[in-house]
């Protein structure tokens, strides 16, 4: 760990600390980046010399060391004697306090513990360290015509040169990497630091379009917002493809003129390649990237270039929002719609709105971006909270797809098939065009159920309460909740039959088997996160299909938005009613934003496309909505829906789930919650019940909703509700403030 050379390293000094130091010793207060149950997540360490609020430092806790952020001087109430010292001042910049304050926001909403929020900005005592310095070979001594001629070869392409990689000599000069080591372990090389350039600036006059005035005029309003270094929040409401991510480049070519960082988030890391490559056409070089997929060396990388501050383009998942940005300049929410922006595990938070509130304590730009946004951008933009800018027409001479309902109850697909004739006819004229088919299904794997047809019993989860689902191409049954996975069973597990074990339902898989019977000469692609890999991986898949040397694309959700395909003419939806089944809150408003994110991948080139949804309920007023291009009928109907029931936005939501191994222990929680729930004027709360999983990852599980009006504090109810309370140690307790599903 490296130390800041104005800092004394006291890792060496007992614990006791004080009489080594004497009267020089300060006591500083440490949030510590770890979810501690205590108040506030913060202790006492002592210290040599006076340190700044946001120094961020390592520290002993029992017998581990971890990371935490020095907030200021310790209020003095505890013994100095039982004070542990500082053990490392990592050599980064100190955290903004902005930061720290938002850090105790988010943990206040959330009602987490501020150090399990902090532990995302700090993520590994690794990426503290300074990056390590990169080694390369040179020649120690000029050819000598009397070397064997391998050997001359090494030195002729590395003496006198910059320093290279063993590989990168041996390739050079037409050697094995093993000879290049002998001959440095012989003194014939000498190890030297690579020349790193370090990662290259972003440049804002780079490659940038020209915009039509629509465009331009809210590229402008965004232009002026960073500049103006204040809290702004925008709703970038544009019809698919019509060049919104053009638009906030400019936001961004703003923050990087200004020297500042610009923060881009993706709701899925299916995105990334796409997105990769326009910021590099953009700015000249490819954005810093910040998600679960990369491995530890560029995140560490990644990290430290962020934290030492200059203009940097980061691209990320929702985790790149808790970096500890230097000089953060204005965020980017793309497809701020999407239910991926929510995580479900320990700190609970919806990135959107974290990010709002990091943009407002930080005082910075923030821009939500949407075709179809959610129904709370939609009400705070017409209640004045947020700008909201339109783009009303497509970039270009594009225009928007004609939407066409097949009504399968009319018109069924021929037994063992699943898309109906009317597309299928759709379908040839298209390919015979020499254009491009979409066909989108909501569903992974092959078939989303296996049973018997003798006694009809369904193979299910021996971990969740779920169904298997088959995946062919692998020849096994998985969980897509737990990740639990078998072979194909031979035998029914409750009659014993053989050979009676059926798939049932189509999954994208089965679609593709479907697709290949027919169309046996065109080309196709599957995407969906079980047959794509790493983003590589999707970036070529994307390439072909962009490229024209793919004739039909089968995919799941992952092809449905951010992805432009200029060949693409035809989309047909193999189940529209898909996403309308269960008691979701918010089902239609998901369907809706799917269905025309879906849809709006075709005819983004020369030709109109045409979008076909398969559906048994043409009826639903999302159906005809889209028949219609009718957004604004739509929006209003769900917002008067939910305004007669109370519910988000204009009511609030939290949910309370419980889960313990034992059956009997979940239950023995929920009764000790429902007797001590408090009454409250304005405030309901439902439950216990099973929750609609109710065994998941070998726990039982149950929850309570509370529903409260609008201008109630839902978190002050809930720490007034729970905070006495002291559960078993086997049962954990999530909240979920603003829930978006109740799985």
Same mark, same amino acid.
Request: proline share 7%; charged share 20%; aromatic share 4%.
């Given at each position: 760990?490296?130390?800041?050379?104005?800092?004394?390293?006291?890792?060496?000094?007992?614990?006791?600390?004080?009489?080594?130091?004497?009267?020089?010793?300060?006591?500083?207060?440490?949030?510590?980046?770890?979810?501690?149950?205590?108040?506030?997540?913060?202790?006492?360490?002592?210290?040599?010399?006076?340190?700044?609020?946001? %120094?961020?430092?390592?520290?002993? =806790?029992?017998?581990?060391?971890?990371?935490?952020?020095?907030?200021?001087?310790?209020?003095?109430?505890?013994?100095?004697?039982?004070?542990?010292?500082?053990?490392?001042?990592?050599?980064?910049?100190?955290?903004?306090?902005?930061?720290? #304050?938002?850090?105790? @926001?988010?943990?206040?909403?959330?009602?987490?513990?501020?150090?399990?929020?902090?532990?995302?900005?700090?993520?590994?005592?690794?990426?503290?360290?300074?990056?390590?310095?990169?080694?390369?070979?040179?020649?120690?001594?000029?050819?000598?015509?009397?070397?064997?001629?391998?050997?001359?070869?090494?030195?002729?392409?590395?003496?006198?040169?910059?320093?290279?990689?063993?590989?990168?000599?041996?390739?050079?000069?037409?050697?094995?990497?093993?000879?290049?080591?002998?001959?440095?372990?012989?003194?014939?090389?000498?190890?030297?630091?690579?020349?790193?350039?370090?990662?290259?600036?972003? #440049? +804002?006059?780079?490659?940038?379009?020209?915009?039509?005035?629509?465009?331009?005029?809210?590229?402008?309003?965004?232009?002026?917002?960073?500049?103006?270094?204040?809290?702004?929040?925008?709703?970038?409401?544009?019809?698919?493809?019509?060049?919104? %991510?053009?638009?906030?480049?400019?936001?961004?070519?703003?923050?990087?003129?200004?020297?500042?960082?610009?923060?881009?988030?993706?709701?899925?890391?299916?995105?990334?390649?796409?997105?990769?490559?326009?910021?590099?056409?953009?700015?000249?070089?490819?954005?810093?990237?910040?998600?679960?997929?990369?491995?530890?060396?560029?995140?560490?990388?990644?990290? /430290?270039?962020?934290?030492?501050?200059?203009?940097?383009?980061?691209?990320?998942? /929702?985790?790149? =929002?808790?970096?500890?940005?230097?000089?953060?300049?204005?965020?980017?929410?793309?497809?701020?719609?999407?239910?991926?922006?929510?995580?479900?595990?320990?700190?609970?938070?919806?990135?959107? #709105?974290?990010?709002?509130?990091?943009?407002?304590?930080? @005082?910075?730009?923030?821009?939500?971006? !949407?075709?179809?946004?959610?129904?709370?951008?939609?009400?705070?933009?017409?209640?004045? /909270?947020?700008?909201?800018?339109?783009?009303?027409?497509?970039?270009?001479?594009?225009?928007?797809?004609?939407?066409?309902?097949?009504?399968?109850?009319?018109?069924?697909?021929?037994?063992? !098939?699943?898309?109906?004739?009317?597309?299928?006819?759709?379908?040839?004229?298209?390919?015979?065009?020499?254009?491009?088919?979409?066909?989108?299904?909501?569903?992974?794997?092959?078939?989303?159920?296996?049973?018997?047809?003798?006694?009809?019993?369904?193979?299910?989860?021996?971990?969740?309460?779920?169904?298997?689902?088959?995946?062919?191409?692998?020849?096994?049954?998985?969980? $897509?909740?737990?990740? $639990?996975?078998?072979?194909?069973?031979?035998?029914?597990?409750?009659?014993?039959?053989?050979?009676?074990?059926?798939?049932?339902?189509?999954?994208?898989?089965?679609?593709?088997?479907?697709?290949?019977?027919?169309?046996?000469?065109?080309?196709?692609?599957?995407?969906?996160?079980?047959?794509?890999? /790493?983003?590589?991986?999707?970036?070529?898949?994307?390439? #072909?299909?962009?490229?024209?040397?793919?004739?039909?694309?089968?995919?799941?959700?992952?092809?449905? @938005?951010?992805?432009?395909?200029?060949?693409?003419?035809?989309?047909?939806?193999?189940?529209?009613?898909?996403?309308?089944?269960?008691?979701?809150?918010?089902?239609?408003?998901?369907?809706?934003?799917?269905?025309?994110?879906?849809?709006?991948?075709?005819?983004?080139?020369?030709?109109?496309?045409?979008?076909?949804?398969?559906?048994?309920?043409?009826?639903?007023?999302?159906?005809?909505?889209?028949?219609?291009?009718?957004?604004?009928?739509?929006?209003?109907?769900? @917002?008067?829906?939910?305004?007669?029931?109370?519910?988000?936005?204009?009511?609030?939501?939290?949910?309370?789930?419980?889960?313990?191994? !034992?059956?009997?222990?979940?239950?023995?929680?929920?009764?000790?919650?429902?007797?001590?729930? +408090?009454?409250?004027?304005?405030?309901?709360?439902?439950?216990?019940?099973?929750?609609?999983?109710?065994?998941?990852?070998?726990?039982?599980?149950?929850?309570?909703?509370?529903? %409260?009006?609008?201008?109630?504090?839902?978190?002050?109810?809930?720490?007034?509700?729970?905070?006495?309370?002291?559960?078993?140690?086997?049962?954990?307790?999530?909240?979920?403030?603003?829930?978006?599903?109740?799985?």
């Amino acid at each position: 760990m490296a130390t800041s050379s104005s800092m004394i390293n006291p890792s060496g000094i007992s614990s006791s600390g004080v009489e080594a130091w004497g009267a020089a010793v300060l006591v500083v207060r440490v949030l510590l980046a770890t979810p501690l149950p205590f108040a506030g997540g913060e202790l006492d360490y002592i210290t040599p010399q006076p340190v700044a609020p946001g %120094t961020v430092v390592i520290v002993p =806790l029992g017998q581990r060391k971890i990371a935490g952020v020095v907030t200021g001087q310790a209020a003095g109430d505890v013994d100095e004697a039982r004070l542990k010292p500082v053990l490392d001042w990592p050599d980064i910049p100190t955290i903004d306090p902005a930061q720290i #304050d938002w850090i105790r @926001k988010v943990a206040a909403w959330t009602l987490a513990s501020p150090g399990a929020v902090l532990k995302m900005m700090l993520p590994s005592l690794r990426f503290l360290e300074p990056l390590p310095v990169a080694t390369g070979l040179v020649g120690a001594m000029p050819p000598d015509d009397t070397m064997a001629k391998k050997r001359r070869a090494v030195l002729e392409v590395s003496f006198g040169a910059d320093p290279m990689t063993r590989a990168d000599i041996a390739r050079l000069a037409g050697v094995s990497p093993g000879l290049v080591a002998r001959m440095a372990t012989d003194g014939l090389m000498r190890e030297e630091p690579l020349n790193n350039k370090g990662i290259p600036w972003p #440049d +804002p006059s780079h490659g940038g379009l020209t915009l039509n005035p629509e465009q331009a005029d809210a590229a402008d309003h965004l232009g002026k917002a960073v500049a103006g270094r204040d809290y702004t929040p925008f709703l970038l409401d544009g019809v698919t493809g019509s060049g919104k %991510t053009e638009v906030y480049f400019e936001a961004v070519a703003k923050a990087l003129e200004d020297g500042r960082q610009a923060l881009v988030l993706l709701p899925e890391i299916a995105l990334s390649p796409a997105t990769v490559r326009r910021v590099e056409e953009r700015f000249g070089v490819p954005p810093l990237l910040w998600h679960s997929g990369l491995g530890q060396k560029a995140r560490h990388e990644n990290f /430290r270039a962020i934290v030492e501050g200059g203009p940097r383009v980061v691209v990320g998942a /929702r985790s790149a =929002l808790f970096l500890p940005f230097a000089d953060l300049g204005v965020i980017i929410i793309d497809e701020e719609h999407d239910p991926s922006y929510k995580q479900d595990d320990q700190v609970v938070y919806h990135a959107r #709105d974290m990010a709002v509130m990091r943009a407002a304590q930080e @005082k910075i730009t923030v821009v939500m971006v !949407s075709a179809t946004p959610s129904l709370e951008s939609e009400v705070n933009a017409e209640q004045g /909270r947020y700008h909201r800018l339109g783009l009303s027409q497509r970039a270009g001479a594009a225009s928007l797809p004609e939407i066409k309902l097949v009504n399968t109850s009319l018109t069924p697909p021929e037994r063992g !098939s699943w898309i109906a004739p009317p597309l299928v006819t759709a379908m040839e004229q298209t390919l015979a065009a020499g254009q491009q088919v979409m066909l989108f299904l909501n569903r992974r794997g092959y078939a989303p159920v296996t049973l018997c047809r003798r006694c009809g019993e369904k193979v299910s989860c021996p971990n969740c309460s779920a169904w298997l689902v088959t995946h062919k191409s692998s020849g096994r049954l998985r969980c $897509h909740h737990c990740g $639990h996975g078998t072979c194909f069973p031979e035998q029914c597990s409750t009659c014993s039959a053989e050979g009676e074990m059926v798939p049932c339902g189509p999954g994208v898989e089965r679609l593709s088997e479907e697709v290949s019977r027919r169309f046996p000469e065109a080309s196709q692609a599957m995407l969906s996160s079980d047959t794509v890999g /790493r983003a590589e991986g999707l970036a070529s898949v994307m390439d #072909d299909i962009r490229d024209g040397r793919v004739d039909i694309i089968i995919g799941t959700q992952m092809v449905a @938005k951010g992805h432009h395909f200029p060949g693409l003419t035809l989309v047909g939806v193999v189940d529209a009613d898909l996403g309308l089944a269960g008691g979701d809150l918010r089902a239609a408003e998901h369907t809706w934003q799917l269905l025309v994110q879906v849809a709006g991948r075709a005819g983004r080139g020369q030709q109109r496309g045409v979008a076909m949804l398969q559906t048994a309920s043409p009826e639903t007023t999302v159906l005809q909505c889209l028949v219609a291009g009718d957004r604004a009928g739509f929006i209003a109907f769900e @917002k008067a829906a939910r305004r007669e029931s109370g519910m988000p936005p204009y009511g609030r939501l939290a949910s309370i789930l419980l889960s313990s191994p !034992s059956l009997q222990g979940v239950d023995d929680a929920a009764h000790l919650l429902r007797r001590s729930a +408090p009454h409250y004027e304005g405030v309901t709360i439902l439950g216990p019940a099973p929750a609609p999983i109710a065994f998941l990852r070998g726990r039982h599980r149950q929850r309570f909703i509370i529903r %409260t009006a609008r201008e109630v504090n839902i978190q002050a109810v809930l720490r007034e509700w729970l905070g006495p309370i002291r559960l078993s140690a086997s049962v954990r307790m999530q909240i979920d403030i603003d829930p978006h599903h109740f799985m």
